[in-house]
């Protein structure tokens, strides 16, 4: 068979996790998405009226196949750790089996294995907000939904990927450098999954033969990114000031996916790929 992928991360087209679903579907994967609970509803809704058919469309003018949607909330790893106040929550209630744990049980128990896990999901409730100014609470929150949830859900699908399988997830370069705005904690919650890549590759690699890495990739108008709220002052820097002076395409960040998971990449494990028109080698912006 072909190869099969869990992308973690998509709830519409125009983010970073459609545009990798799109470039593994066009190299022949089969795809399942995870999709946020509270966004399901509205995401399953716009993908059967057909309003996603046009971003649908792949290379070679075939629609991309979404076998199967399932609805996903990475901040809780089984059923135990979800509070009553979100159980009883209304855009909830609906839904089932939707921790990191019960979806691998779940995507097991529907087609067995997958190759490719890919983890494009971030959440900062403070990132508006500087370093100094954020709270505890919200910085551990960044954490939880953008980094420690790439390690939860590879722990709990690393026994359902088969040998030579590979990850790959999306950082930022504010990890390494001082990005002002991009606050919230997410600067650190960059860093950590950078530092986490290079670590889960080496236990994944060792014991699985897995491959495990992480693209830092440029500015895109995402949902995510909207909220932020300089992802246009963002994007203008990047075209007057990198090596490559076009707007960076999400296509390019799934294509770049698209390789790392594949076999032509089969010795790049724990790196960190910049696809960033190549903003992060400039010294001084001229
Ligand atoms: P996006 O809004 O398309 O993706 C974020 C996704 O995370 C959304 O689909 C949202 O529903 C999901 N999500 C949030 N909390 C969740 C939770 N608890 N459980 C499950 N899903 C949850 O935005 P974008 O920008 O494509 O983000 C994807 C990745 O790319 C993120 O890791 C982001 O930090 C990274 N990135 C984005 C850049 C940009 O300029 N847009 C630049 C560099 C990295």
């Known amino acids: 068979r072909g190869k099969r992928a869990f992308v973690a991360g998509a709830a519409d087209d125009n983010g970073y996790g459609w545009a990798i679903a799109k470039s593994l579907a066009a190299a022949g994967a089969e795809i399942l998405l995870g999709t946020w609970v509270p966004a399901l509803n509205i995401f399953e809704t716009s993908l059967r009226h057909g309003k996603f058919d046009e971003s649908r469309v792949l290379p070679d003018g075939s629609l991309m196949v979404i076998t199967k949607v399932y609805p996903l909330d990475v901040v809780y790893d089984n059923p135990e750790d979800v509070p009553e106040e979100i159980k009883t929550n209304k855009r909830y209630a ?74 790959v997830s999306l950082t930022y370069i504010a990890s390494e450098k ?24 080496f236990k994944a690699g060792r014991k699985h033969k897995i491959r495990v890495n992480t693209i830092s990739a440029g500015p895109l108008r995402s949902p995510a990114a909207k909220v932020i709220g300089f992802i246009d002052m963002m994007i203008d820097y990047s075209l007057e000031n990198a090596p490559l002076q076009k707007e960076l395409t999400a296509d390019e960040v799934g294509n770049t996916a698209a390789f790392l998971v594949s076999p032509l990449a089969s010795a790049i494990t724990g790196a960190v790929i910049y ?6 080698a400039m010294g001084v912006g001229v």
């Open 94 to 167: 609906g839904c089932s089996k939707w921790t990191v744990l019960e979806v691998a049980e779940s995507v097991k128990e529907d087609f067995g294995s997958i190759d490719i896990l890919v983890h494009s999901l971030a959440n900062g409730p403070e990132v508006t907000k500087p370093l100094l100014e954020t709270s505890r609470n919200g910085y551990l929150a960044a954490v939880s939904a953008s980094s420690y949830s790439f390690v939860s859900l590879l722990k709990h699908f690393v026994p359902i990927m088969r040998p030579g399988g590979s990850s």
């Open 275 to 280: 696809v960033d028109n190549g903003l992060n």
């Open 178 to 201: 001082i990005i002002p705005g991009y606050g919230g904690g997410m600067s650190s919650v960059k860093a950590a999954l950078e530092s986490d890549t290079r670590v889960l590759a």
